[in-house]
């Protein structure tokens, strides 16, 4: 699986393998420190993970992309037939 690792507010996407860890039941990516820093991000932070066709986008949290992605899933849900004979 690949791993995309993207800030929405950046233009310029940066791919970067990753260990995945065993935490607990969970399992656990540590990212490089020259990304986290790029990125703006520390431990304990908050990060939004999509699941997407090509593997797993992660994003810093925003409030504005949360509120997108309920939208989002709430006319996936509304107009799911509609979606699907468009898809076709």
């Known amino acids: 699986m690949?791993?995309?690792?993207?800030?929405?507010?950046?233009?310029?996407?940066?791919?970067?393998?990753?260990?995945?860890?065993?935490?607990?039941?969970?399992?656990?990516?540590?990212?490089?420190?020259?990304?986290?820093?790029?990125?703006?991000?520390?431990?304990?932070?908050?990060v939004i993970a999509i699941e997407t066709e090509r593997g797993i986008l992660l994003t810093p949290y925003d409030p504005d992309i949360e509120e997108a992605l309920a939208i989002a899933a709430q006319v996936g849900r509304t107009y799911r037939t509609a979606l699907r004979e468009l898809a076709k």
Request: hydrophobic share 50%; aromatic share 4%; no cysteine.
């Open 2 to 46: 690949l791993l995309w690792f993207a800030t929405l507010a950046m233009e310029t996407i940066m791919t970067q393998a990753v260990k995945l860890r065993r935490a607990g039941g969970s399992i656990a990516a540590t990212l490089p420190k020259d990304m986290a820093d790029r990125l703006k991000l520390e431990a304990g932070d908050t």
